[in-house]
């Protein structure tokens, strides 16, 4: 099976820099996904790594280990606007469809 | 292109009623999926096409659902009869298969369905 944890909310101020992580527990995958999704909205896609290491999308960063089994979505110079919920996911080995796991609520202040 | 097309936005519904949702997905994907949104249990797969054709329904949560896929450009998702259990956001997203999701997938803007 597989399991995915990431914290449930997180808050961070305008301009700062926040990183949202997600440990894993699952048999094997293809690859760690993030997606983004403002209240109301519809999940939209961010990254993906297939690889370790750090995959960088202007001010949005995603990064895998698979070593332990962990990774993180980092967002630098915060905006206000990026306040939403960010989802991390996996296609399990063997399947075609993502497992997303809870979400985390990003809180942006001024 | 205009993305994913879902259809209706927001549904209200008696319990035992009928209630079906439709989706256009992306003009030349061949993976469509239904998941459903709740606080509780979050993102759920409910089924998966490939090719119009149904792969893993392992999500679907019993008889009352059904889900079809015609033609590569429309999909539905039916629940007969609908139970209070069943409100929830449901999502319809379509993709280029890929063994990893590396290409993402595009979400459409979800039913809201709320059965009294």
């Known amino acids: 099976g597989q399991s995915l944890e990431q914290p449930s909310e997180v808050t961070a101020v305008e301009g700062a820099i926040v990183q949202i992580n997600c440990t894993y527990q699952t048999s094997g995958f293809y690859g760690l996904s993030w997606y983004q999704q403002h209240d109301g909205g519809a999940p939209t896609f961010l990254s993906y790594?297939?690889?370790?290491g750090l995959e960088e999308t202007g001010r949005f960063s995603s990064f895998l280990s698979r070593s332990d089994s962990y990774g993180y979505l980092l967002l630098q110079e915060l905006q206000m606007k990026d306040s939403a919920s960010y989802f991390c996911a996996v296609t399990p080995r063997g399947y075609s469809t993502l497992t997303f796991g809870k979400g985390t609520m990003l809180l942006v202040s001024p | 292109d205009a993305g994913v097309i879902q259809s209706p936005r927001h549904e209200v519904t008696e319990m035992g009623q009928e209630v079906t949702l439709r989706c256009k997905p992306i003009?030349?994907?061949?993976?469509l999926f239904w998941y459903r949104q709740t606080m509780m249990r979050g993102l759920e797969l409910l089924i998966y096409?490939?090719?119009?054709?149904?792969?893993?329904d392992s999500g679907m949560p019993e008889d009352r659902f059904s889900a079809k896929m015609p033609n590569a450009s429309f999909s539905t998702l039916k629940i007969q009869p609908s139970e209070p259990r069943d409100s929830a956001v449901y999502f319809c997203?379509?993709?280029?298969?890929?063994?990893?999701?590396?290409?993402?997938?595009?979400f459409g803007s979800g039913t809201r369905l709320t059965v009294v």
């Open positions: 003009s030349g994907h061949n993976s």
């Open positions: 096409f490939n090719n119009n054709v149904p792969i893993d």
């Open positions: 997203a379509s993709s280029l298969r890929t063994l990893g999701g590396s290409y993402g997938y595009t």
């Open positions: 790594n297939a690889l370790d």
